[in-house]
């Protein structure tokens, strides 16, 4: 079983910002390429980063996006490091009941271009809604020193 798990991908399109395909396929390994790329400079463990690549694969399974409702707590917390990272993103369905009430439906869904920049290594370009650059990353780690 465990063979099974490391190959399942998410059956969707990477395109480059001009539009040209990538890839047919959204892999673990893609996944854990852009988590790792994502953490900070140093990133994070390659072992750490394939095991949460495939944590958020099973979930999704073929799909290219998930309702939330799945999600226990802990999953939603990673779920949101990934949103702040870039690489996951919300959508939101309402309808009307059939008594009236509104009803709202949370879904997961991949960001394939922030994605396919942080495999490229293009970690720098849109951090999507509410994220940005950090504006440390560009400052030299002596100019924290005193003299």
Do not use: C
């Not at 991908?9 to 996944?31: C, I, R």
């Not at 072992?47 to 999600?71: C, K, P, T």
């Not at 949101?80 to 009307?96: C, F, H, N, S």
Request: glycine fraction near 8%; charged fraction near 35%.
């Amino acid at each position: 079983m465990k063979g099974s798990r490391e190959n399942l991908n998410v059956l969707t399109k990477l395109k480059k910002s001009d539009g040209e395909t990538v890839g047919s396929t959204l892999t673990v390994e893609h996944l854990t390429k852009a988590i790792k790329n994502s953490i900070d400079k140093a990133g994070m463990p390659e072992e750490e980063a394939r095991a949460m690549a495939q944590h958020v694969m099973n979930f999704f399974g073929y799909s290219e996006r998930i309702i939330d409702n799945v999600l226990e707590p802990e999953d939603r917390d990673a779920f949101y490091m990934l949103e702040d990272a870039g690489i996951l993103m919300t959508e939101r369905e309402e309808t009307t009941l059939y008594d009236g009430r509104e009803w709202r439906i949370h879904y997961w869904m991949f960001r394939k271009e922030r994605i396919h920049e942080l495999i490229s290594g293009r970690k720098g370009i849109d951090m999507g809604p509410g994220g940005a650059d950090n504006v440390y990353d560009e400052i030299p780690d002596d100019i924290w020193t005193r003299e």
